[in-house]
């Protein structure tokens, strides 16, 4: 499985901004919070995604804001490797182009569903987990392969 570490990162900034703000917080005021003291900017970075923040930080972070690091990481990766909760958007005329040799069942499923829908039907889907553990089995690799692999493909 490949991960997209410059969104992940953006993802996780995004996540601890969200959990700072739910707070009522500044930057000023979670950095009195914390054990260790940083820059206001490094804080910022941290919730631009633009610098990487280590597990250790993170924890820290974590703590001061009542969160669990693993319910914070939990979000993030859903984020990161679904669409919306439990559910996968692809494209399937992009999953036709395609040319992956591990996908050729997802491929003749999506051609397959482009000429039933015709011009009335939408090109674009969206996948639930059960669904996308049928086609990642079928495809014979890992599920959260198959989402990376989607994800790449539809990229929005």
Known sequence: MLIDAES??????DELRKLRRKRGWTRKELNQHLQSEISLQTLATYELGTRHCSVVRLV????????????????VHR??????PGRVRIDLRLVVKDDQEELLPLRRWADDRL???????????????????????LCGIPTVDLIGRLRRLNPS
């Open 79 to 84: 984020r990161v490797f679904v669409d919306e």
């Open 60 to 75: 820290e972070l974590c703590v001061a804001m009542d969160e669990l690091p693993q319910d914070l990481l939990a979000k």
């Open 8 to 13: 992940y990162q953006r993802i996780l900034g």
């Open 115 to 137: 000429k039933r829908s015709g011009d009335a039907g939408s090109a674009e889907v969206n996948l639930d987990f059960a669904a996308l553990e049928r086609m990642a089995e």
